[in-house]
């Protein structure tokens, strides 16, 4: 079916909104847009373009629905205010950039969630596009409306408004599951059927309409909130994992764009997964196993990549880049590629207690920013807690290097209101922060000591879905105010600056992290009274937060601030990320003695259940503690690694 083009339409608004550009199609290195007789995907990322188009996952779920026979996909943004409320003005439905189309001509139609804090932009995204917000509104013509992203690991404050949401990885499940809804909708299929066919067929789809929500003590009788109305659609939901993931061609094909976006440079996946195991870190459950790609896959696709776009900076990104096998052999490799041209190699994720002197050599170039590192914790005891497995001696070591090869800035992340936190943890961050502050002083030479910088950035905790804190509660912002006061009372340097996130916004986040079902009717709500872009702290209404619950008689408080014991049945309970509940409670247990797990990447399996081959009964592991001496088996996924 052939779409309208929309562009006269969009022209006619650009001269009175601000950063035209973000509207704009054509950029270099863009696909042309879905034909009449192709079956039209379009990805949306909820937020505007200069976010959107900087996301990894947008870029390669495009480029692989794209790659699929049959199949041609778009990209669109949620415009921002001034854009939005003038299309409304005008009449003129959200569009995609490709063709300028209507996104609700679009046959299948994808949102991804990013983060908590982008819900109500989801319904502004829907609603601007003229498709109704709730699945059970929505006609057999319009388009099928999917989830997918971090946030699906806990789907139930989404669940009404999408038709599926699918968990996981999705370079195959994405052009998996749009095929089978063109093939269904080719043998006029009715909208009911498709959803159920794509619960019962594709790996890690979640058809939310498909479910009985239960009471809580129904629940937790049973053991899952979800219950499910018919035989062949799954109690449980899977993740989906891209097996293929180290073999894949690290080089995605990707756009460069007019306006300066975030992350404005080549990026390179070059390993996905962390077996670190912090304990408040959802990335690190739900894309575990850890796989990497190889130095020759990587190097050549910086190659590539540097050749094709025109950059002068490559990021080699994961979870955490330094843990990469091969790191020091990429580095030098692109290094040597690079020089004299005037490109920096950046390494966002980087460990402390990897970076030494070698690696701070290898990743300095002639560029040099800021440095980030994150110690979580300003104490060993509450580092022990959340098991970030560094020292006080990793991080003094780490700015020793960095500031020896020639970096001037650093800034040090913490978190604000871990589980057992006391006020001593808190001036340990002053303490640590200040101490690492006299270290970088020491590192440089004496007329250099005036441009040292060094800052503190603090988040507040939101606990997680899937993680050993899912259980765990937040402190409530009041008392996140009386914790930063104390920290900012306790830095006694100048030079040192103390910055800290919104703990209202860090609220709804927790709120939405560990809800219900029933949290859509407050997204819902808080989105008619005004809310939308809560994550950009100038555009947050906690007016409209506020007002929505007293409207619904719901506590939001409770939700997010309520500890539960490890017994407890959550509501994504029908939901795995493959790291096993016993696992995750074990190491809940182990956080509140204080113990430590090892990192399975460099020593030992953990039993958390993320790797299906492990030659090992992971029941029996989990159900015994490994005696003094033993260990468990190695980590398959990890071939490329020396063996000490």
């Known amino acids: 079916m052939a779409r309208r083009d929309l562009w006269p339409d969009i022209e006619s608004l650009l001269a009175k909104v601000e950063r035209p550009a973000r509207y704009l199609n054509h950029e270099w290195g863009c696909a042309p847009g879905a034909g009449a007789d192709d079956f039209a995907f379009c990805m949306i990322y909820p937020d505007t373009y200069e976010l959107g188009q900087a996301n990894q996952a947008v870029r390669i779920l495009v480029n692989a629905v794209n790659a699929a026979d049959g199949l041609a996909a778009e990209r669109a943004f949620l415009p921002a205010v001034d854009m939005a409320d003038a299309m409304r003005e005008a009449g003129v439905p959200l569009f995609s950039l490709e063709s300028c189309a209507p996104v609700a001509e679009f046959d299948v139609v994808g949102i991804t969630l990013p983060h908590e804090l982008a819900a109500t932009n989801v319904l502004e995204t829907l609603d601007l596009a003229g498709i109704p917000l709730r699945t059970e509104a929505r006609a057999e013509d319009d388009p099928i409306v999917l989830a997918g992203g971090p946030c699906a690991f806990n789907p139930e404050p989404y669940a009404p408004f999408f038709d599926v949401i699918l968990v996981g990885e999705g370079e195959e499940q994405l052009p998996e599951a749009v095929a089978l809804i063109r093939d269904l909708r080719a043998a006029d299929t009715p909208r009911a059927e498709i959803l159920r066919e794509l619960a019962r067929r594709v790996g890690g789809a979640y058809v939310p309409s498909l479910y009985r929500w239960r009471s809580e003590e129904e629940a937790q009788a049973a053991g899952s909130w979800a219950e499910p109305l018919f035989d062949d659609v799954p109690a449980v939901v899977h993740k989906r994992v891209f097996e293929g993931f180290a073999e894949s061609n690290a080089f995605e094909p990707m756009i460069v764009p007019y306006t300066e976006v975030v992350h404005d440079r080549l990026n390179v996946e070059i390993l996905r997964g962390c077996a670190r195991g912090c304990r408040f870190c959802q990335a690190g459950m739900m894309y575990r196993p850890v796989r990497e790609r190889s130095a020759d896959n990587i190097v050549a696709a910086v190659r590539e990549g540097l050749g094709q776009t025109g950059y ?16 020091a052999d990429i580095l030098t490799r692109v290094n040597a590629d690079c020089a004299g041209a005037g490109v920096r190699i950046s390494v966002p994720s980087q460990r402390l207690d990897s970076f030494g002197v070698e690696m701070a050599e290898l990743v300095a170039g002639q560029k040099k920013g800021g440095l980030t590192f994150a110690p979580e914790a300003g104490t060993q005891r509450l580092r022990d807690v959340i098991n970030k497995n560094v020292t006080e001696d990793d991080l003094f070591s780490a700015i020793d290097a960095a500031f020896a090869a020639g970096w001037r800035r650093c800034k040090l992340y913490f978190m604000v209101g871990l589980p057992t936190e006391t006020d001593d943890d808190i001036k340990g961050i002053a303490s640590l922060a200040q101490r690492a502050y006299d270290r970088a002083k020491a590192a440089v030479p004496p ?12 988040a507040v905790f939101v606990p997680k879905a899937q993680t050993p804190f899912q259980w765990d509660g937040q402190i409530s912002p009041e008392e996140t105010l009386r914790r ?11 030079a040192v600056d103390v910055h800290y ?31 939308r872009f809560d994550a950009w702290t100038e555009l947050f209404n906690e007016e409209a937060w506020t007002g929505a619950a007293e409207a619904l008689g719901i506590a939001p408080q409770a939700i997010a601030e309520a500890v539960y014991p490890t017994d407890y049945v959550l509501p994504w309970a029908h939901i795995t990320a493959a790291v ?17 797990t090892p990192d399975c990447t460099f020593e030992n399996c953990s039993a958390c259940g993320a790797c299906p081959t492990l030659a090992m009964d992971i029941e029996l592991q989990e159900e015994r503690p490994l005696k003094e001496g033993e260990r468990h088996a190695p980590n398959p996924y990890r071939t490329l690694k020396e063996t000490p």
């Open 312 to 327: 002068d900076e490559v990021s080699l990104t994961s979870l955490s880049s330094t843990d990469h096998s091969q790191i």
């Open 447 to 458: 007329e250099q000591r005036g441009s040292v910088r060094m800052s503190i950035s603090c």
């Open 484 to 494: 930063v006061g104390l920290l900012r009372r306790s830095v006694k340097y100048k």
């Open 501 to 531: 996130h919104d703990p209202k916004t860090s609220f709804v986040e927790a709120v939405m992290s560990r809800g219900g079902r029933e949290v859509a009717d407050w997204v819902e709500e808080a989105w008619r009274r005004g809310a």
């Open 580 to 596: 096993s509940p016993k696992f995750l409670a074990r190491e809940r247990a182990r956080a509140a003695d204080g113990v430590t």
